[in-house]
């Protein structure tokens, strides 16, 4: 479309310009109008050579149309205006005059224009519309793009996030949760479906609730706080919480989001500075301070005592002086270790509370080695030389100990008590220690360690039942066997007693009767033994089982001992305070021989003896003991008994006494009218092989 | 779970766009049906709203080749618009074939139009901005490798300011531009004006209200104020047939809606 001279046909070129004009304001062509007009004088030429051509044909005017919309000559009025100026032109242009049938030439080619101008908006419209459909489309995908890609963000930053996010539904139900979170809670991950709040520590939970309430009901946008969560081995993880609130389309609440920072280990490092604070920086062991904290905690929890050990390093100053401070603090780092290692598979505390001083403090449990065996090992580790310039040097310690103190005691009296025993034993000498109270100790200490292990002693067949003799006192003879229970060295007080401590006291009294029935109706099987009724003592706590009678029937059913070969007796305050006094009753409505034992003779205890229908009564064996002791025989004790004895006859109930140690005792309670006894004077308890030697007939 | 609520959502591609409106006032054919329907209300209270587009699709041909001649290489066209017929691009290249354009517009259709037609054109692009965030325009622009902010640009802020309400700075906007911009610099601007028949611009707010691009005409002293920090060349801010015709003028000046100036920055 380069500008050109104005070619001589002036008469097109006034043509193109009055088509310029008439089409120029109804639609917009990016050109100028001289451009226009030069453009259109093109066309001008096609049509004015198309009709002067012979043989006619309208068919290159086609081309105009197609040109014509190309161009944007596509105005609502273009295409009118354009056969109005041509129409005119054609027909009334003097160049034109010549030409034949010049009319029907001319509304030929309008016509060819118009058709080929109609098929080409047609078709241009048609291409716009799709190009503008297909931008909508890409702009929908380009929208679910970004929804996909912010999308894609969200769980990249959600999954490679070091913060745990949980989204949750406004009742704590986890929906969604990312790897972070499982980590914290150190699970395997699947949180979802679970309660968030659930794992919260529970004194939080209050607090928590309120808080996503909160935020839920737009009292606050978000919160931030530091709480405990459960991890799923039980530890807490301290954690920073940011909540905040997710709303759906329509702006109503619908998620909360939770984002977690672990903060454990900020607290770890509160922890090590509490550490350098509580802790000797040399061994690293507690310091005196912190060791009684840690004594106190100790020693206000334990459960069967704690056992205190003070040493002293002999000489210490001697080592520090001669082979200097360096080597003074090489031995000591080395001491702390080895008291560590010593005490390592206990619940312990070592400390380092003066210059040469160490202190541990052990938790005992049913395994801990007792204190002279402990006492060897620290010896044992400590005589371990230690080399310093090729020579060795090996330590000794002075130690005091306090094993087991009562709970009583202060942290303040332990001290004091282990640090007297620890001065005691230096002053024997080197390497020495001193118990702060040796009898009572060991005593408390062996008794809690048997109780614990009954339960273990009891299934393992470790207890037995051996028999004492019941002996008619008038004529001496064996009336009856007392079936008692040993277990190693203890015996059958000691037993009952444990049993009643350790809650086992049902079971080991229903299995001692079970036990020494099989025996006796063995026995009695036995055409060479003439046996003797079996006599049954149970414990308070065993006189009121309630499935006493069913366990006695049991034993008679599945053994075969008849009912006037067994005599069972009930322990007299059991009876008294209640429960027991039913299973008398019962017990002897079944034909049983009843008794009461641990029988002392007050007024409420002798009721007894006219309300139930009891056959014997066996003396307390502490009563017993307390009338040995009192060499007067004409004392008010010894008064006393015998009108007891009399007034038990008048009852008809037969007396027993037990723990009779001696020909002189035997001979007085003999002399009041007491019917038989058992003791250690006629004889002690007896295995059940011994004892069927008594049974011999021959 | 359903994460569609997390972003914002896409353009609204229901809403009739001034784009599109305005191509279908041209003649052109990218448009929908709901945009020709506001169109044909809007030729209810503005019949001369062809006239108008026309002059306005015009003057912007006039101002590309006048800065073309002042030695703009470059243009940055805010508010770009559906490409439709006279595009910045075609009509600087007769006169300049080394132009080169960088289309800017934040509409997801006009976008996805402008990238196919200039998919194959290595001097031309669109990015898809708000022209009202000048700095993250500027900064797409430059990515584009077209436009350098060395050499003087021609700013164009054709028929869309009017799109800017008055409470977003477009003034404040511009001035950005206007510093980022090299001396020698050109910015043509047009507007609408309710100064020269204040019924029909009114009738053209209200009808436009239903758009996705409703209309803030401002008044004379306005749109000279937008050219500030620039020199406004003749024959100034005019009714938009005014400026610079190229031919005596056929039409009512007082009915044009649109101001139209061009401004050097020195």
Sequence with gaps: MTPQEPPPRTRRQELAREWMKAVYSTTYVPMSSTEIELYLLDLVDVIADAIQAEPFSAEPVGAVGDRMVSAHFTGLETLQRTVEVLGHALLFTPELAGVDRLAEKVVAILGALAARFATAMRLDAFDQ?????????????????????????????????????????????????????????????????????????????????????????????????????????????????????????????????????????????????????????????????????????????????????????????????????????RLLKQTAQRLTAVVAGENTVVARIGGDEFAIVVDNSATTPGVTTMIDMINDELAEPTFVDDRGVALTASIGVLDRPSRDWTVGELLRAANMTLHRAKAKGKRQWLPYDPHEDSRHRTWADVAASMPGALENGEIEVDFQPVVALADRTVVGVAAQLRWGTWGHRQCLELAEETGLSLPVGQWMLRHAGELVARWREDAELATVPLHVSLGPMQSRDEDLVGAVKRTLDETGLPVSELRISLNTRAVLTGGGDDNVQVLADSGIS????????????????????????????????????????????????????????????????????????????????????????????????????????? | MELANWVPAGSDTGLPSAARLYDYLLGGGHNFAADRALAEELLVVEPNARAIARHNRSFLRRAVLYMIDQG????????????????????????????????????????????RILAADPLAAIVQEDLTEPTAVLDAASRTGLLDLAEPVGLLAVSVLHFVSSTADAAGALGVYRDAVASGSHLALSHATADLQPVEMAGIVEVMKRSANPVFPRSHAEVHGFFLGFDVVDPGVVPVPRWRPERAADDDPASAGLFAGVGHKG
Excluded: C
């Design chain 2, 72 to 115: 703009v290489q470059q243009f940055l066209d805010l508010g770009s618009g559906i490409p439709t017929v006279g595009n910045v691009h075609e009509v600087a290249r007769r006169a300049a074939p080394e132009t080169r354009v960088v289309y800017v517009d934040f509409e997801d259709i006009a976008v996805a139009h402008s990238r």
């Design chain 1, 594 to 698: 009843t008794g009461l034992t641990a029988f002392h003779g007050g007024q409420d205890e002798l009721a007894l003896l006219t309300e139930l229908p009891i056959t014997s009564v066996t003396i307390a064996g502490a009563d017993v003991r307390r009338l040995a002791a009192e060499p007067d025989r004409d004392s008010l004790l010894h008064n006393a008994m015998a009108a007891l004895v009399s007034v038990v006859h008048r009852a008809g109930v037969t007396v027993v006494a037990t723990g009779v140690a001696s020909e002189d005792e035997a001979a007085w309670w003999a002399a009041i009218g007491a019917d038989a006894a058992q003791g250690e004077f006629f004889a002690p308890p007896l295995t059940a092989d011994e004892v069927t030697g008594l049974f011999h007939r021959n």
């Design chain 1, 129 to 329: 519309q799709e190009e503008i459909k297909w931008a909508l489309l890409q702009a929908k995908q380009g929208v679910e793009r970004t929804l996909k890609l912010s999308e894609a963000r969200f769980h990249e930053v959600f999954g490679s996030s070091a913060l745990g996010i949980a989204i949750t539904g406004l009742d704590g139900t986890v929906i969604e949760a990312n790897d972070a979170m499982a980590a914290i809670l150190g699970g395997d991950g699947d949180l979802v479906g679970e309660s968030l709040l659930a794992r919260f520590h529970p004194d939080d939970t209050h607090v928590l609730t309120e808080s996503y309430r909160g935020v839920r009901e737009g009292v606050v946008d978000r919160f931030r706080e530091q709480h405990r969560l459960i991890r799923s081995d039980g530890e807490p993880a301290w954690v920073y919480l940011a909540v905040s609130l997710l709303r759906d389309a329509d702006g109503e609440p619908a998620y909360h989001v939770t984002m977690v920072e672990d903060v454990s280990e900020l607290h770890l490092m509160q922890k090590n500075l509490d550490f350098l604070l509580l802790h000797d920086s040399l061994t690293g062991l507690s310091n005196r301070q912190h060791f009684i904290t840690q004594l106190e905690a100790v020693h206000s929890r334990s459960e069967r005592g704690i056992t205190l050990y003070h040493l002293d390093l002999d000489s210490f100053s001697l080592i520090n002086n001669g082979l200097g401070h360096a080597t003074g603090d």
